[in-house]
């Protein structure tokens, strides 16, 4: 089902989305360099297909066997070879995206100038942008808070749809008992829409001991990038002091002194990052970090250039 997108209250873009914030990333994608885009899908075998237009387009030739199209012949190879060759075309398909947001409440956290939630965002949009803007369609899923999908579309309209739905379901209440990885990675499966790339954005605190699986099954269907969004208290020790934390209204306060009690406090807050990466690494996906202040652009880029492996 598509979502019906309706205009949210605006945020503070700390710890609210700010949609005006995610539709002015267009004009950060505007003004970068960005290389042709090229994707890889599995489909009755491995095909190669470029993000841009229709029809077919040269992939190699080949020394020329019986049946070949005679109208294929590579008169340029077979002159200088002295052999007749036959060109391989292969079929230029019009790219789709599928970006898989994490939303739930583990989410909305941050030490760092933004909650995890808002960081996410600000990088699927930037995502949605690049995408359209390399003539990808482009669609959302969420889950964790309310499972809810927009299918892919094209053009400014694709990139703003996916704007407001980020906006519009970052307002929304979370479920108590969010949807585990596992479990979104297997509806994704399903509803895909033809996207041939993935773009899963989480803190990783949703992976149980089926994700590994569902998502080598997922990257069987489409090639997979995994952004992991984190706090930066889940990424380094924490200096010696006191922490002022916040939860549903109420206030506590953690004080962290010794280098031992640090280490687990990082160790326990950070489990989620790092058991994401750590299985994006072992099924050699291409994945990156970035952490509540960072600027997601670089990032973004580097996931969705052409070629990227890991």
């Known amino acids: ?12 873009g700390r710890t609210q989305v700010r949609l005006a914030e995610l539709v002015s990333l267009r ?3 505007a003004k970068a360099a960005l290389p042709r885009l090229e994707s890889r899908a ?48 292969q079929e230029e398909r019009e790219g789709r995206l599928l970006i898989l947001l994490d939303t739930h409440e583990s ?7 933004r909650f995890k939630s808002v960081q ?13 803007r390399a003539g990808e369609r482009v669609g959302l899923m969420e889950f964790g808070g309310n499972d809810r999908l927009l299918r892919p579309l094209g053009g400014v309209r694709g990139a703003l749809a ?47 001991e089926a994700s590994r699986s569902r998502l080598l099954d997922l990257a069987r269907k489409a090639g997979v990038r995994v952004l992991v969004v ?9 200096p010696p002091g006191r922490y002022p934390l916040e939860h549903d209204g109420e206030r506590r306060e953690v004080a962290l002194f010794g280098e031992r009690q640090r280490r687990e406090f990082q160790r326990r807050l950070g489990a989620g990052p790092a058991r994401l990466n750590a299985m994006a690494q072992e099924l050699a996906l ?12 670089d990032a973004v880029m580097k996931l969705l250039a052409p070629g990227v492996r890991r």
């Open 286 to 297: 291409a994945h990156t970090t970035i952490d509540t202040s960072t600027d997601p652009l």
């Open 27 to 29: 004009g950060r994608v």
């Open 230 to 238: 984190a706090d930066a208290l889940e990424l380094a020790l924490p």
């Open 120 to 132: 996410a965002a600000r990088a699927a949009a930037l995502a949605a942008w690049y995408a359209v």
């Open 1 to 12: 089902m598509n979502a019906v997108v309706n205009p949210p209250a605006e945020g503070d």
């Open 42 to 89: 599995m489909r009755s075998g491995q095909q190669s297909s470029r993000l841009f237009g229709r029809g077919m387009d040269y992939a190699e030739s080949r020394v020329y066997q019986p049946g070949d199209d005679v109208r294929r012949l590579d008169w340029r190879l077979t002159a200088r070879s002295g052999r007749l060759h036959t060109k391989l075309f």
């Open 162 to 208: 996916v704007c407001g739905a980020l906006a519009e379901w970052d307002a929304l209440p979370r479920r108590a008992h969010g949807e585990p990885l596992s479990a979104a990675l297997l509806r994704a499966g399903r509803l895909m829409h033809g996207a041939n790339r993935v773009l899963l954005i989480s803190d990783g605190l949703s992976c149980d």
């Open 107 to 113: 989410m909305r956290f941050g030490t760092r100038v």
